[in-house]
């Protein structure tokens, strides 16, 4: 089926398409990204990239995870990113969603932590797929180079989620980024995400 997960409705016509039926998993990957500076922005597409990322991935895992706790039984995989762990110059409210998608992702995994269900926030990076195409930034650096292969970002989710694994970070790059990101100052962060996500970046 097809619903738009950035309205309330959406996530209901999804959850009632489910019906009765037990969820073992819920794999929590809908999202947009949204490039070029965050004043230059369509405010509604801004607001879509925040209900399709926030609103709706809480929506739907609340539905579905009630349904869980009631049985004592289930995996969540929710798809944050590395960019939830710096200032998204040129990609600020994309950036944010992910910081709100990371944090969230583990505060539901310590409430859960005495149940048989299991909370995995699988953080990526540049991932090869329509994302950037989608989000008008093919001008960038970030959306020219080249990126991680898809299938091995959703295995490595989908491993750390049987594993019941709290969080996992793709790709030894990303993880050598992501640690970077946890010293180095937020201005220098938001820095070195202009030279990577600023329109016109992209390599000629």
């Given at each position: 089926m097809q619903a738009d997960l950035a309205t309330i409705e959406g996530g209901d016509q999804l959850y009632e398409k489910i019906g009765r039926?037990?969820?073992?998993?819920?794999?929590?990957?809908?999202g947009r990204g949204l490039g070029k500076a965050f004043l230059d922005q369509n405010f509604q597409d801004a607001r879509f990239v925040i209900d399709t990322n926030i609103t709706g991935t809480v929506y739907l895992i609340h539905k579905v995870g009630r349904d869980m706790r009631s049985r004592n039984e289930g995996r969540i995989l929710i798809t944050g990113s590395?960019?939830?762990?710096?200032?998204?110059?040129?990609q600020a409210v994309y950036n944010g969603t992910k910081a709100f998608l990371d944090s969230f992702s583990y505060a539901l995994?310590?409430?859960?932590?005495?149940?048989?269900?299991?909370?995995t926030c699988l953080m990526p990076g540049a991932t090869e797929t329509e994302f950037f195409r989608r989000a008008d930034m093919l001008d960038t650096k970030v959306g020219s180079e080249e990126k991680d292969d898809p299938v091995k970002v959703a295995k490595d989710g989908f491993k750390a989620m049987m594993a019941g694994e709290g969080g996992v970070v793709s790709g030894w790059q990303n993880k050598l980024e992501a640690a970077a990101a946890h010293v180095m100052p937020s201005e220098r962060l938001a820095k070195k995400?202009?030279?990577?996500?600023?329109?016109?970046?992209a390599k000629t």
């Open positions: 039926r037990p969820v073992a998993a819920l794999l929590a990957n809908a590395i960019a939830g762990y710096m200032p998204g110059s040129y995994r310590e409430e859960l932590k005495d149940t048989d269900i299991t909370v995400h202009t030279e990577m996500a600023a329109p016109g970046t």
